[in-house]
């Protein structure tokens, strides 16, 4: 497809057809800049009508496919596949047995899903019995691989407290590569490790560029689980020697006699007391390290639909003697269950050879150093199997497998059962599920829970009863909050006299809110509120108002006009993160939204853009005559949810910053504009290159405009990617924004 672009009329525009418009002046090109600023920054609010079709609180749909559930339910979901490793379609809730603590038990809930999908989440919400959710039927699949409504969950646990260097960058590469190839536009990923290290960026979010800050933020940090005596011993190698594992003993007593002169009985001592140490401070790390991913797991319960995890590590001795790692796994499994996660857990030591390490002089080789490495293994191993995963080793390339993980878990059959009878006491319940007459067919599922005891009950309805700011729980809300619809949008520009500016453009859609008498109108009061923070976490600018809106009426077409409130900072250059959210007082529903913005510091004299600011000109708008010099946004309001009618033509502005002008300072920039619409990362449209004008008293400040036909794409979500093309410097910038059609 061939993108068509028509360039907007005005003082800053080029005219795209075959000729260029001439720019006008520099002072007309700031008048209008002002102007587009107070549009999206000064006004505070905005009233924008928008045609949605929401339903009004408190309304419910009756229809036949509405399922009720008043019972609490244990719920699971189950992948089954073939000898072939393929998904079983098509089987059916008599098809499977289901047994809890060896005993059978009836299944009161049977669903086949997709992951990743809004569906997905009605049905799980249906399983659970948390109110009456309204299955609907699954739309038509077609064989083109089309981006789900929701996305998928991904988590990376990167255990960077039990990983050598070099696995450390072998990992980091995989996921950067994961990021840059594999990870769709709507897609929820987290970058995690078991030290912290990541801070602030350890959320979840679809930003690429985040993502990889947070990948960057991983480097190599050095833990006492390895002692510093020849010859040298790790975890899992004391870990066979307290075992009694004879090889392994052996070894180390013929080193210590031929390195300290020491007789067999005092080597033998000190090699005993050496891995006894040396496992108590194994211990702590392979506990804290439990603890994170349990805690990790637990959290993605807020998460809607099916998460799954990549724990990357080493691996580290289980000890399941001397310490509570079986009791830690069982919490982790349990969690999983509870939040409906999987993990899979990935061996980053890479392929198996004969030597253990081969960044260390003295470690044994052959049959000795293998039989190190299973002992590492046994901990991932167990924790792919308890949570429904897979095990993941001997492989220097963890790409492909994440790849056929995300297959795996991509469809399941969601089972969902009432417990045969009440616990007494915090005893783990093991879960049993098999396809009858089906024993080629092998099955992953999570491998039990606990029974929360009435302590744990009570302490957790006391949790929940403990006052707390509404407005303030939601812009913390590891997801977005949605009773009543909110988005956001950033922007960054650089205008004088400003300087760098971040705009939050924040929407509220009125349709959710609850309208009552206030002092004798009827009225809506909302709370908004909003903080921006840097990329270590500390806020730096916030906000907050109390806003009053009317009622819909005739003269506004039966529906009260949405609420557009934009708040501006003057920043320094970085990366920031923007957290809003809104309640209406009078139900207590809120809703919340999160989006990152990079501020570039343009002073390094790099070529550099602004945001993409977009806007829409609906069907029914008269496009401006050429000659007339316009605003992109005069009669044409900054889109705050990017979502257009397809009848409807996109706009956008953008500025182009530090244009070289070779060793002439007052030489034209020659700077050409590509412009693409992708989806998944994939071109579907792409105009030909286009050469800026400038404006001769401002050659360090190119504006930019046009408008784009939607007619000929198809409904879905899309990337709008403008690539400025610096000929004298053979330099290039990008900037994207993300939009939906419909």
Not at 59 to 67: K, L, S
Not at 121 to 141: C, D, I, Q
Not at 447 to 458: M, Q
Request: some cysteine; hydrophobic content about 35%.
């Amino acid at each position: 497809m061939v993108l068509s672009v028509t360039v907007l009329p005005g003082p800053y525009l080029l005219y795209l057809k075959i000729t260029m418009k001439k720019i006008y002046s520099r002072q007309l090109l700031l008048v209008c800049a002002a102007s587009l600023l107070f549009l999206i920054c000064g006004a505070g609010t905005q009233a924008q009508q928008q045609n949605r079709n929401t339903a009004q609180p408190g309304q419910q749909e009756q229809t036949d496919d509405v399922i009720r559930i008043s019972t609490d339910l244990v719920q699971t979901g189950v992948s089954v596949f073939d000898k072939q490793g393929r998904f079983v379609e098509g089987l059916k809730k008599e098809d499977f047995e289901l047994k809890v603590d060896g005993k059978p038990v009836d299944v009161n809930f049977f669903e086949q899903v997709r992951a990743g999908t809004a569906r997905e989440e009605a049905v799980a919400a249906t399983a659970r019995g948390e109110s009456r959710a309204k299955v609907k039927a699954t739309v038509k699949e077609t064989v083109e691989a089309k981006t789900p409504e929701r996305g998928r969950i991904i988590i990376f646990f990167v255990d960077d407290t039990h990983m050598a260097p070099d696995s450390l960058k072998r990992t980091k590469d995989d996921i950067i590569r994961f990021i840059d190839t594999q990870m769709a536009q709507n897609d929820l990923v987290a970058i995690t490790s078991s030290s912290g290290q990541i801070g602030f960026l350890q959320q979840y979010t679809n930003n690429k560029e985040v993502l990889k800050r947070a990948v960057g933020r991983l480097t190599y940090r050095f833990y006492p689980t390895r002692d510093t005596q020849a010859p040298v011993m790790t975890d899992s190698q004391a870990m066979l020697i307290n075992q009694g594992d004879k090889a392994m003993g052996e070894y180390f007593v013929l080193e210590t006699i031929r390195i300290w002169n020491v007789p067999p009985p005092t080597a033998r001592e000190i090699v005993a007391q050496r891995a006894r140490i040396l496992l108590e401070q194994a211990r702590g790390y392979s506990k804290a390290t439990l603890s994170a991913l349990e805690t990790l797991s637990r959290r993605a319960a807020g998460l809607p639909g099916r998460k799954l995890i990549f724990f990357i590590s080493d691996g580290f001795p289980m000890d399941a003697r001397n310490s509570d790692t079986l009791d830690r796994i069982r919490n982790i499994a349990d969690a999983s269950i509870r939040s409906g996660v999987m993990i899979y857990t990935m061996d980053s030591r890479g392929l198996v050879t004969d030597m253990m390490d081969a960044t260390s002089e003295t470690m044994p080789t052959g049959p000795v150093a293998l039989a190190t490495r299973v002992v590492g293994e046994d901990i991932l191993n167990r924790l792919a199997e308890d949570t429904g995963g897979r095990f993941v080793h001997n492989t220097n390339r963890l790409g492909p497998e994440m790849t056929k993980a995300l297959e795996e878990t991509s469809n399941y059959y969601l089972l969902a059962w009432r417990p045969n009878e009440a616990g007494t006491g915090r005893k783990f319940h093991r879960v049993q599920v098999r396809v009858k007459n089906r024993p080629e067919l092998s099955i992953k599922v999570q491998r039990g829970y606990f029974e929360s005891t009435p302590e744990e009950k009570r302490a957790a309805r006391a949790k929940a009863a403990a006052p707390v700011d509404p407005l303030r729980k939601a812009i913390n809300s590891l997801f977005p909050k949605r009773e009543i619809p909110t988005r956001l949008a950033l922007s960054y520009i650089d205008a004088p006299p400003g300087g760098s500016t971040l705009v939050a453009s924040m929407k509220v859609e009125t349709d959710a809110l609850k309208f009552e008498q206030q002092g004798g109108k009827t009225a809506a009061a909302v709370e908004i509120a909003g903080t921006i923070y840097d990329s270590q976490g500390k806020a730096v600018d916030s906000f907050k108002q109390r806003l009053t809106v009317t009622p819909p009426s005739s003269d506004t077409g039966g529906k009260a006009p949405d609420i557009i409130y934009n708040h501006r900072a003057t920043l320094k250059p970085g990366l920031y993160q923007v957290r809003v959210a809104a309640l209406d007082r009078a139900s207590g529903q809120t809703g919340s939204a999160t989006e990152w913005l990079e501020i570039p510091d343009i002073s390094k004299q790099g070529l550099y853009m602004s945001s993409l600011i977009v806007g829409e000109r609906k069907s029914s708008a008269t496009q401006q005559p050429e000659e007339k010099a316009n605003s992109l946004v005069e009669g044409v309001p900054v889109s705050v949810d990017h979502s257009f009618e397809r009848s409807s033509n996109l706009r956008f502005l953008v500025y182009i910053y530090n244009a070289s002008r070779g060793i002439n300072s007052n030489a034209q920039p020659q700077v050409e504009l590509q412009v693409q619409i992708l989806r998944d990362n994939k071109p579907v449209a792409t105009a030909p290159p286009r050469k800026l004008s400038a404006d001769p008293q401002d050659l360090t400040r190119l504006a930019y405009a046009s408008e784009i036909p939607l007619q000929e794409i198809s409904p879905g979500q899309y990337t709008l990617q403008v690539t400025a093309i610096d000929r004298v410097a053979k330099t290039t910038a990008s900037q994207k924004v993300r939009f939906e059609v419909q």
